[in-house]
């Protein structure tokens, strides 16, 4: 499994393009998409593509140009809905090109691209409009293999959470391409941080996906988080630490909350299945936090370090963090 994440840059602006994609990389980004929305975006990629080493998918729509464009700037995936790229001779040039360049072509329905077929009705049923995005894919996949085309990646997204679930529940009774799921448009940190969880984790725990995007109206490197802790949470990744924090109350006298987000931050450069314990108070801290491979428990004036259950250090409370990032570090 795959976390996938999309720049929010102007494609054209190569360096902050590049600077972006850095900056996810070292979040635990995977694959990168990237828009693709003229022709200048599409030569950009050329460039962003020697400067970055994730692999880079483009982001057709309405202009198959683009498309091969892209193909030759070396993108690593297409990905398109056929519906708007127009009459089925330029769908048939993209597959040509990716297949020449031997790169898969992802079929990329969302709900919304229904609105424009007659039979699309307002507010439908989650199982209803399911039905009409599975049927128009097993349409697109029938199409490519026709064309004798097979590199296919299937993603069916809406920004309803149980429509997204039966869409590709169904799908995955007729066919066995891979899945890119994710729930589109799923809304701002904290609505899309829930519908993306909720609806990921019930696919992704039915063994249904492939790679994944967390889609939000949010910095892009919030999506990259969120989907490693979904993966994390359901088991899918081993080797990543797990960061347990204390809701606090009224007993916490450490500003708790900025001292978790930034060993939360330290935490993306481990590659261990470490546990780590941020607590804000002795009552929390050792006892209920004792499996815990190192944590802290914050104090008045003080506080205390421990390790697998057992008191490290007690250190004063302007040096607590420093410490216990030093600590951490350790065991990198």
Known sequence: MSIQSMTKTDT????????????????????IRVAVPDEKAALALKQIKKSIKLPLVADIHFNYKLALLAVDSGADKIRINPGNIGEDWKVKEILAAAKSAKIPVRIGLNAGSLEKYPERKRREAASVMSEKMVKKAAEYIRFFEKNKFRDIVISLKASDTLTTIDAYRKMAKLCDYPFHVGVTEAGTAVTGTVKSSVGLGILLNEGLGDTLRVSLAALPVQEVKIG?????????????????????????EVELFEMAEIIENEMLKLKKPLRIAVMGCVVNGPGEAKDADLGLAGGRGSGLIFKNGKILKKVPEGRLLKEFLRELKKMG
């Open 228 to 252: 490693r802790e979904i993966l994390k949470t359901l088991g899918l990744r081993k080797n990543e630490a797990d960061l347990v924090v204390c809701p606090t109350c009224g007993r916490c």
């Open 12 to 31: 054209r602006d190569i360096f902050a393009t590049i600077k972006q994609i850095n900056e996810l990389e070292k979040a635990g980004c995977e694959i």
